[in-house]
């Protein structure tokens, strides 16, 4: 089978879709081109599912080219075989393939290889038929016995002899591939994961790991991270056990061959292979998968947090003021417009050591009435708690409604420093950068988060200890198909913003803002033809993902791709319609009308696919749209709560700021999350708590304990309502 009909199969798709979708991969399409405008070739397949896609095409080349490389190789040798060629052609995982090859791979000098040196093979392999019944092996093996001058050839005794070929056999055995498969099966489901502490300078931290003993088949992955962690920490000492006869039975059954003089010394080679050759070799291949699994578990709890906290709803048509809190330098304050545009900036000293009250007050509500201020976005950084209780208090004062929100400064200081905002803010020092962020995150989450290195953002757990390459490549998927599924405003959009459109890269980006500075705002989506090293098969990419407002055609402020203007022109024309009543927001009714017409009629006469057409009537209906609106909006308050003022039974409304794997940790308003077990997340059994929650997402809690000597707020989601009612 070809890759194309593997992926069919293992994706569950049409193999004609299977071989579009690589056609498509192949010729430089992105991800959120194929699953947004080329339904009809993928079967409708949405952007996970096509980057999942991706990414076993590409495991699956590197595959057929590392066949090639080790067909070449064992053939160079002399040795490669019709059998072991086919062997090669079937083999379905890299782990197999490796083991096909460990037979013919250059070896450093072994016990096993000095043997060979020796002369002794001949002996081996005497021995490992295992057909003599008479006799006594040594003196089988003196006749291997020779004064050669050269001391790696030379054979002192009898026993040396026999010790050389033995030696050979366990190596024979080691480099077995179908032995190696059964032992690493066997192992995969009944071996255990066996920790000890060590004593060490921050050995406390891992006393729950001492004398554990865990099923590899079973563990949960964050254990698996904190026990990596633990080990380079040199505080635990890991090992992989399992029952050891039945390890050493499996390779008898294929190495032992009836009685023969030879029996002995077959048994404890067998023993010998098992012990100093196999299971160090298994024991590290099977760690290496539990880190590889735990690994791509932590990145999938990145991938799955990072989305909606991306694509939290921006606080539209609002005047904000950034608050970023600290001690002894103040705290900064930037107040950005409804676009984002810096207005003013300064410092007040609200906090200790100065506990400038009374003039900080007034400095702020000067802001306030002078910009007309709706809301104040905090960073919940150091000095973060007094800033909050200053602001609650701050705002009763105020002489309009204004509200605060707490929000995430995670990152904010990597941007500040970055070239980035150095560019974006110039005159600006890192601190006043900080305040605009603070802002902007509020403002337009999305936007602003895109210039930080997504690792920096703080979502997951364990983010330094993952393949920083892997994590990187999927956090920017993420990054990607959240910005091309909002769409970018292509006449306000940073340069940053724009680097992640799909077709687009920052050199590119950079240029189209140049040339809106130049030739004032784009009218239309054809003018991208006019920007510099923006060429045809970039146009195709980007023009779908990028909106104009208020420009000359009104489709432009839709997802409805330059290719399809054609078919949304004529299907108005159908139904007697024009591009002011989709303005004005007069074609509601279009979805009734083209499935009265029938779908797949008014789709071949349009020329397009079905999905296509409903596509384009879904951005008929809403010209301009954010998706992002239709969620829950952030949550603003006007006043504050102390973790002293918890009590257990008290029910709270809360913001899911991170879900991990046994549990979620949810923002109460008390600047320290609360944790809600897995097992208080719901009454059914859940396997994760992604099931049930999204980082953003508002929910009701129970406080259940406090620990306020620890910090540490205990909450249920469960028998909230029941007990209210």
């Known amino acids: ?297 932590a990145i999938n709890m990145f991938k799955v947090n990072l989305k909606p906290l991306l694509m939290q709803p921006p606080l539209k048509h609002k005047t904000i003021l950034g608050f970023d809190p600290g001690y002894r330098t103040g705290c900064k304050l930037a107040v950005i417009d409804e676009n984002g545009k810096v207005l003013d900036k300064g410092v007040v000293f609200a906090t200790p050591p100065q506990n400038k009250i009374e003039e900080s007050e007034q400095i702020i509500l000067n802001l306030i009435d002078k910009y007309k201020i709706d809301c104040i976005s905090i960073g919940n950084g150091t000095a973060s708690k007094e800033s909050e209780i200053f602001i609650a208090n701050l705002i009763k004062k105020a002489h309009r409604p204004v509200s605060y929100m707490v929000v995430s400064e995670a990152g904010a200081s990597v941007y500040s420093a970055s070239k980035l905002a150095a560019e974006e803010f110039p005159e600006f020092d890192v601190t006043t950068r900080s305040a605009v962020s603070i802002a902007r995150r509020l403002e337009d989450p999305l936007a602003e988060l895109i210039k930080i290195d997504v690792k920096s953002i703080g979502v997951g757990q364990y983010q330094h200890d993952m393949p920083q390459k892997r994590l990187t490549e999927v956090l920017d998927g993420v990054v990607e198909d959240c910005v091309n599924s909002v769409g970018v405003d292509l006449n306000t959009a940073s340069p940053a913003l724009l680097s992640k459109v799909s077709g687009l890269n920052s050199g590119i980006a950079k240029n189209v803002v140049k040339y809106r500075e130049e030739n004032g705002a784009f009218k239309n989506r054809n003018e991208l033809k006019k920007v510099s090293k923006l060429g045809d098969k970039a146009f195709e990419q980007c023009a779908g993902f990028l909106r104009i407002t208020n420009g000359n055609n009104i489709l432009d402020n839709t997802a409805v791709h330059p290719e399809s203007y054609d078919a949304a022109e004529k299907l108005l024309k159908h139904f007697g319609m024009t591009d002011e009543d989709v303005k004005n927001g007069n074609v509601t009714h279009l979805a009734e009308l083209v499935e009265k017409a029938g779908l797949a009629k008014t789709a071949k006469e349009l020329g397009v696919g079905e999905p296509t057409l409903q596509d384009i009537v879904s951005e008929l209906q809403k010209p301009g749209r954010d998706i992002r609106d239709s969620l829950p909006a952030p949550m603003l308050r006007t006043d504050v709560m102390s973790i002293n003022d918890l009590k257990p039974g008290m029910v709270l409304t809360g913001t899911v700021r991170n879900v991990i794997d046994f549990g979620a940790f949810v923002d109460i308003s008390v600047h320290q999350d609360g944790l809600v077990h897995i097992s208080q997340i719901c009454d059914r059994y859940i396997k994760h708590p992604s099931e049930e929650l999204s980082v953003g997402q508002v929910v009701k809690v129970k406080v259940l304990s406090v620990d306020l000597e620890k910090n540490r707020i205990s909450l249920t989601m469960k028998n909230i309502e029941e007990e209210q009612a």
Not at 153 to 178: H, N, P, W
Request: glycine residues 4%; aromatic residues 6%; contains cysteine.
């Open 1 to 297: 089978m070809n890759n194309s009909n593997i992926l069919a199969i293992e994706f569950g798709i049409r193999e004609d879709h299977a071989e579009n979708i690589v056609k498509l991969i192949d010729e430089g399409c992105t991800i959120p081109f194929i699953a947004r405008y080329r339904k009809e070739l993928t079967g409708s397949c949405d952007d996970q599912t096509l980057r999942a896609f991706a990414d076993r095409l590409n495991y699956l080349r590197n595959m057929d080219k590392r066949k090639e490389e080790i067909i070449k190789l064992i053939g160079d040798q002399g040795k490669l075989t019709d059998e072991i060629k086919e062997k090669i052609e079937k083999a379905n995982t890299l782990t197999e393939l490796e083991d096909i090859y460990r037979p013919f791979r250059p070896k450093r000098e072994t016990r096993a290889t000095k043997a060979i040196a020796k002369g002794l093979e001949p002996l081996a392999k005497i021995i490992l038929a295992q057909k003599l019944k008479e006799g006594k092996p040594l003196d089988i093996a003196k006749e291997y016995v020779n004064n050669d001058e050269d001391e790696k050839k030379r054979v002192s005794t009898a026993e040396e002899a026999l010790q050389g070929a033995l030696d050979i056999i366990a190596e024979i055995i080691s480099d077995d591939a179908e032995v190696r498969k059964l032992l690493r099966k066997f192992l995969q489901d009944t071996a255990v994961i066996e920790t000890t502490l060590k004593e060490a300078e921050n050995f406390k931290t891992y006393e729950m790991y001492d004398g554990r003993k865990e099923a590899i088949k079973t563990i949960p992955s964050h254990r698996i991270l904190a026990i990596n962690r633990g080990e380079a920490e040199k505080c635990l000492k890991v090992d992989i056990t399992a029952n050891h006869d039945k390890c050493i039975s499996i390779v008898a059954s294929k190495y032992i061959k009836g009685e023969s003089i030879f029996t002995d010394c077959m048994n404890a080679t067998v023993v010998d292979s098992f012990d100093r050759l196999i299971m160090p070799s298994l024991s590290t291949e099977l760690r290496n998968e539990l880190t590889d699994r735990a690994n791509e578990q």
